[in-house]
């Protein structure tokens, strides 16, 4: 069974670029979503081992999203990823108590998305099930 990825972007463009880069190199399925209550919906019913999550949300600010899913017991493991077009550093502090499990920044190379993404999503199957814990 592949693994699940949820790629969250207001952006069509964005949505698109990340799944052709990581369909063509990685044998994750990607499972998009524009929205940050779309999100939601999604991590409950199909239980991604990851979400790779756009900063800014029109629908919700990352700070509710985070509480919602890590609220619920079928999401509260999944690792997140925010996706962000400022300073790694600048969006470290200004995102420092949320619950989010790391940052990149845009423009992403293929290289840099990969490398980020694999250990999280290799790590999630021995999280499920658990309770919340930040990797």
Not at 21 to 30: F, G, P, Q
Not at 50 to 64: F, G, T
Not at 114 to 122: C, G, L, R
């Amino acid at each position: 069974m592949r693994k699940r990825v949820v790629l969250v972007d207001e952006k069509i463009f964005n949505r698109k670029l990340i799944q052709d880069l990581l369909t063509t190199t990685t044998n994750l399925e990607i499972i998009k979503a524009k929205s940050s209550s779309e999100t939601v919906k999604i991590a409950i019913n199909q239980r991604p081992s990851l979400i790779l999550l756009s900063a800014e949300m029109p629908d919700m600010s990352n700070r509710e999203l985070y509480a919602t899913l890590r609220q619920h017991p079928s999401t509260c493991n999944i690792p997140i990823i925010t996706l962000t077009d400022q300073n790694e550093s600048e969006k470290q502090s200004e995102f420092s108590s949320t619950s989010y499990n790391s940052l990149l920044s845009k423009p992403i190379g293929l290289k840099a998305l990969t490398a980020k993404i694999q250990p999280y999503v290799d790590a999630y199957r021995f999280l499920a099930g658990k309770k919340a814990i930040s990797i």
